[in-house]
């Protein structure tokens, strides 16, 4: 064996930012513990609790800090993995079986030990959920053939097939590690409860108004978490601004655009930090399009309403309006896998000549026998200005939009019901790899985060061919290919990638600038200085 060893709406009024840090003993810069940090959420109410069954950040900001994975992206070197649960591991020769050592005497929340058991029975719900149990995560694991437990501190995953990016497969921070008792009494029961072994416990959620969590004493993790607590009030994006400007909260997850970064560093002054800005972060919006609904059926509609928006026109008006700017296809730009821009202008609904892209839609809806097309447009109020942008654009080439705002539970109502033609979605971008961030196109039938509702075997064969693929130029080729069969098909209408910039309290340490969305979010190791400003 060839070893691989590893080490592991809003709120009417804020409360008071707490920061009540312990007096610290240690030297100046290292974390001391202590305190609490306030952090809005700005993207609506989760429509579930449960990690394996959503993609969304509503439920994610929210649910992470209480839960732990077995392993994690690190967020200083992503793509590379770290361990969480997994104190180290190796990998056979073959790159098929993947041996995991847990850290011991790892409590849940209810005191119960965390062991292998816990580990499989979360993966095994994950990759072949039971009846009524949602997982958005079957398709990315199907190549895992089973997973043995030998004894308590160990799990064995063996893969059917090589998988290039296995590893970053098992870091998802949709991976939560549920307890294996309470899963056989329950198997719904996460969706509804909040029992697990992160660095902190769940105290409430009281819809409309706030989540509130408090440190776990019993943390696997020595000296970890070093904050007292947290709350995230629930509120409306110019909400939690504002309560930045005012310095009631720590920081927002949203990025700010110029104009409002300006505008808090010209209230706060020193208190606080500007991050981030430099480039494109791992999420990308879009319109996910509903191919089982007339109309949408047809491929030429679909390329047709793709070819309607002016992207490269766009970026600048767009840049004032949202940090989510940035012109790029569905592979993060400047990443690993990405075109440059010549190469982007080749692609189907990147071209720079808007005329010539608009004249040809209007070709192909009229061949399909959509001149006059109508349809429903189902967005999240989050990003009503996207879906306004879209109906905007689409207009120019004669297509009429119902553009339907709706809060976060509404739209994954729709999400499920199938009740739209298009719907604001992203993919779980949270990490640059193909393989995680594609098979969002995995079949419906196994994929139910697949919005467009389609089961295509020519992606999957060019999707297999990409992940069994280890040379990195010769994948790079293969992604490349695959990026543009999506664009033909067009299955989502892509927007523009983020370009995150926040502003955080210059007291907060150990936050950094995640190249995701979905990245430092169990809040471990984030703590305050609180001698920083004396």
Known sequence: MNIKHFTSSYVAAFSTLAICATPAHAAPGDPVRGGSVVIPIHVGEPATYDCHATNSPAVMWRVSPHYSTLLKVNAERSPEVMGDLAKSWTVSSDHLTYRFTLNANVKFHDGSLLTSADVKASFDRMRNPPQGVVSLRQGMLADIASIETPDPQTVVFKFSKLNAAALQLLASPFGCIYSAKLLASDPSYPGKRVVGSGPFKFVRHTPGAEWVGERFDDYFMPGRPYLDSFRMPSVAPVSATNALISGQVNYTMQGLTSAEVGRVTAARGDKVVVVGGASATAFLPWFAMNTQRDGLKDERVRRALNL???????????????????VGGLVRPGSTFARSDAELAKLLGFG?????????????????GQKNLKITLVNNRAFTFFGVFVADQLRQVGVTVDHMPLDTPQVAARRVSGDYDLIFDSPAEYVDDPSIQLSYFEPFSTNRGN???VGDPTFVDKYQSQLREINTESRRKKVQDLEAYLMEKSYVMPLFWQVRKRVIDSQLRGLGDPPSNYLKLDLNDIWLDTAARK
Do not use: V
């Open 352 to 368: 720079r000549d808007i005329e010539a892209a608009r004249k040809e839609s209007r070709r192909l809806l009229a061949a399909a």
């Open 308 to 326: 309607a928006l002016d992207r490269w026109g766009s970026s600048k008006p767009m840049e004032q309006l949202t940090p989510m700017f940035k």
């Open 451 to 453: 919005l467009a509702r």
